[in-house]
């Protein structure tokens, strides 16, 4: 049972621009200080885009921002949204090949499990991430403290 | 997010062995009535007897039966045993290649979740999937009442 990569990565993202505050990061600058896959994080950032996470300002001081204050940014409905996926057994979706899927009770027990997963992840926000490693966190990423 | 197909198969045979009761059955009748693959089946039953979940009988009555009563299998150690890699993010590994793993708190967040997650399947044990809906599932599975 993993996260996809995808979520992962998301999560960096909205951590290093968390960190960043009100100044701008490229992706270049990202994927080097996780040192992970420029390629991989454009398609990050577009999808967080889309959904709302992540803004790119234009211009010559342009560059990407958070969308929205970490506070605002619900950890639940973020692994949400950037989990494609969350069909944990091939029952979960609309279509199964699993004979006994009509009287089977499993998939109303792994839902149940599925959502304490989820309700756990409702408590935290960005915020809560980076508010008490603030410092550790933007020394790591090599981050100038905030203004 | 998903469970690997070996749980998935773990789980159908523990169904398919839990109603049987004493009737002996072969890996060759489990597979047909799924429909999946005989060789994918080999392996998981191998697995599962190693673990303590299935004994196979030899002799000419013999064949696959569980190794305890289905009150004795608990869902979530069943989950823990067949899920080989339940590292939800690379950090929750002995070595992370994440740079910010020593000062990030997503993985403590991460793992109350799946904590969470396993709690509600610890409350579960295969009778409670077999007992209620005993005559629905063997009729789909082609399985004869037990005497």
Same mark, same amino acid.
């Given at each position: 049972m993993h996260l996809t990569r995808f979520t992962d990565y998301s999560l960096r993202v909205l951590i290093y621009l968390g960190l960043k505050g009100e100044q701008r990061s490229t992706i270049q600058e990202i994927a080097e200080q996780f040192d992970i896959s420029r390629n991989h994080l454009m398609k990050v950032v577009h999808e967080l885009g889309q959904k709302g996470y992540v803004t790119a300002v234009r211009g010559k001081h342009g560059g990407l921002v958070l969308q929205r204050p970490p506070a605002e940014i619900n950890l639940g409905m973020l692994v949400r949204d950037t989990e494609? &996926?969350?069909?944990?057994?091939? +029952?979960?979706? &609309?279509?199964? &090949? +699993?004979?006994i899927t009509q009287a089977c009770l499993l998939k109303s027990v792994f839902n149940e499990a599925l959502q304490a997963f989820l309700a756990v992840l409702d408590r935290y926000t960005l915020a809560d991430m980076l508010d008490p490693r603030r410092q550790q966190l933007s020394q790591i990423l090599g981050i100038a403290p905030m203004a």
């Open positions: 494609h &996926d969350m069909r944990l057994v091939e +029952c979960f979706g &609309d279509h199964s &090949d +699993c004979r």
